[in-house]
């Protein structure tokens, strides 16, 4: 794969909660996303979910107990396998999403977003 | 693992090419490095290796044939597992990297950097 930059592949589109494939590692796929608003609840219970905001802020929301996780642009989170959560935004936020390659981003593949490579 | 914050992780350590260990994804450790100069050619022959650019600049020299690859903050760029690489910073660049778990930097064990946890 050629170099990625992030800004210029997240300015390609404007849908939320539409990943777009950027690149692979080790049968993971590498997606940018835009959010704004709420996302439904979900888990993936074959991979750990990766974010890292590259721009703006998100709530994690989390049924583990663990209550509610908020990061910033340069602040990044892992949701273990299995871990029910529901990502917001108040404000679109960009980000840098890593999960096992063609994992479903609602956990289900009756409701999932199309797999998209950019 | 807790939310992390990338520069405050950065801001912990001042060593070239000592990446610290900031979490865990599927099985691959999340690290931050500082760089400067160049590091030694290798190569890593089960794990491809995910760099992304946090601040400054680095080129990333190849054996493969397809030549340099020059990143600036914001982008991304993966070496394919087995392709001899060699990163270089004329100044001072701050890394996110990911790898399988316990991959010795340097792709020796004999000579690699010890795995620290931050």
């Known amino acids: 794969m ?5 800004a210029e592949k997240l300015a390609t589109f404007d849908e939320h909660w539409q990943p777009r494939v950027i690149g692979t590692f ?22 750990d ?3 890292l905001v590259l721009k703006g802020r998100i709530t994690i929301r989390m ?3 663990d209550g ?28 840098l999403l890593i999960e ?3 994992t479903p981003n609602t956990g289900d593949v009756a409701t999932a977003a199309p797999r998209r490579t950019i």
Chains 1, 2 share one sequence.
């Not at 892992?78 to 980000?95: D, F, I, K, M, Q």
């Open 63 to 65: 049924h583990d107990g």
């Open 100 to 102: 096992t390659a063609g």
């Open 26 to 47: 080790n049968h993971h796929d590498l997606m940018v996303v835009k959010v704004k608003g709420e996302f439904v609840w979900h888990s993936h219970a074959h991979t």
């Open 68 to 95: 509610d996780v908020t990061l910033g642009a340069g602040e990044l989170f892992v949701v273990p396998r299995g871990v029910e959560h529901c990502p917001y935004a108040e404000e679109e936020a960009h980000l």
């Open 2 to 6: 050629p170099p990625v930059n992030l």
């Open 49 to 51: 979910d990766f974010f």
